[in-house]
């Protein structure tokens, strides 16, 4: 199938995220079928990277079917993804008169779409947004699920909001412009739902011809694995929106992952490699409390290497391990959480995990 589409059951918050090759030239088609309609003004959020390949295109898209549109651009990378950037584009958005009617447009990555997330949750106390994200880590995970934020200079995501998006468009075709290194970060969210849900997914991931025509780009396949990731995050998103129970096994690999990102400097590793090593941290904590077997770690190590992704732990400080640790959000009453792997398509939470089995890993 060369299309698909996954609703996200959340009541009246509910939407659907739709995934077509090409999707990307027919926005205002699909806005309309929303319900948008044209007299709404639009504030479209992107980098420059991004706007260069798409924006023209975009923009003469939604002017043809008489939607008043502005850009903003923000500068690329997690350095920028803080307040300054956030009050650049509330300061676009009074300039254009972007009112409760409007509607705000994500086109880009996680950053672009974390940030678009929190001023639509915050402009005039929340207005709509759309997502479009164009790379594989943004499509099958930040894009859905409502978590917006920017960084604070003590940690990453901590300040933000919960805003679901009115509708996510995802085309597998932005990906043959996205660096290699890049994909590769995203395959690591992917491989994730292999290990924390689906095992199917894991399989298909580990069949050799698979990984070639992942590797190739070709659609069918980019189009399977986005689907089978977003049907997973569907499901445990409209269990758990808020994040009191299940939805943390999506954090599966992300709390030592975001203690490497914060360690060794936002930029060193992309946030998606940061998660590989992280999901290998977790593989061998769980292989020590017995959780999971030899070649059950063995197979997922074996995954994430397949596609160019990092299981080494790289150097860093132990001691600030544990401040960063209970300043991440998966904290709860003053108790770490870890999310640890059962079996192939199986994780739990644990809270029970002494600081030396994990402090160990780092040097
Ligand atoms: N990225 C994890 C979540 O959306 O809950």
Redesign the pocket.
């Known amino acids: 199938m060369n299309k698909r589409k996954i609703l996200v059951p959340l009541g009246n918050k509910s939407y659907a995220v739709k995934i077509e090759a090409g999707i990307l030239n027919n926005i205002s088609t699909e806005l309309l079928k929303i319900g948008i309609k044209s007299n709404r003004k639009i504030l479209v959020i992107s980098n420059e990277e991004i706007s260069n390949l798409y924006i023209e295109e975009f923009l003469k898209d939604l002017k043809g079917s008489n939607f008043e549109a502005q850009i903003c651009l923000i500068k690329a990378g997690e350095s920028h993804k803080n307040l300054e950037t956030l009050s650049e584009i509330y300061n676009v958005a009074f300039e254009f008169g972007l009112d409760r009617n409007s509607l705000m447009i994500a086109l880009g990555g996680g950053i672009v779409g974390d940030i678009t997330g929190l001023a639509a949750a915050t402009w005039l106390r929340g207005i709509e947004y759309i997502q479009i994200p164009t790379t594989l880590l943004s499509m099958v995970?930040?894009s859905?699920?409502g978590?917006t934020a920017v960084n604070h200079p003590k940690g990453k995501n901590l300040i933000g909001a919960f805003h679901q998006p009115k509708a996510v468009f995802i085309d597998p075709e932005t990906l043959k412009t996205l660096p290699k290194r890049e994909f590769n970060a995203g395959m690591a969210e992917v491989i994730k739902y292999g290990v924390i849900k689906d095992k199917s997914l894991f399989e298909f991931l580990e069949n050799e011809k698979n990984k070639n025509k992942l590797t190739n780009l070709e659609n069918k396949s980019l189009i399977k694995i986005i689907n089978n990731s977003i049907k997973t995050?569907s499901h445990?998103?409209s269990e758990d929106e808020k994040?009191h129970g299940i939805?943390a096994i999506?954090?599966y690999g992300?709390s030592f992952g975001h203690v490497i990102e914060n360690l060794c400097g936002y930029g060193e590793f992309l946030h998606g490699e940061a998660i590989s090593i992280g999901m290998k941290i977790a593989g061998d904590i769980a292989l020590e409390k017995g959780l999971w077997s030899k070649e059950e770690s063995t197979r997922q190590e074996n995954l994430i290497e397949s596609y160019g992704l990092p299981t080494q732990i790289p150097k860093i400080n132990k001691e600030n391990i544990l401040t960063i640790l209970m300043g991440d959000k998966k904290v709860r009453n003053g108790k770490m959480r870890f999310i640890l792997p059962k079996g192939i398509g199986e994780v739990d939470i644990y809270e029970d995990i002494e600081d030396a089995l994990f402090l160990k890993y780092f040097s």
């Open positions: 995970d930040s859905v699920g978590k995050k445990i998103v994040e939805r999506l954090n992300h």
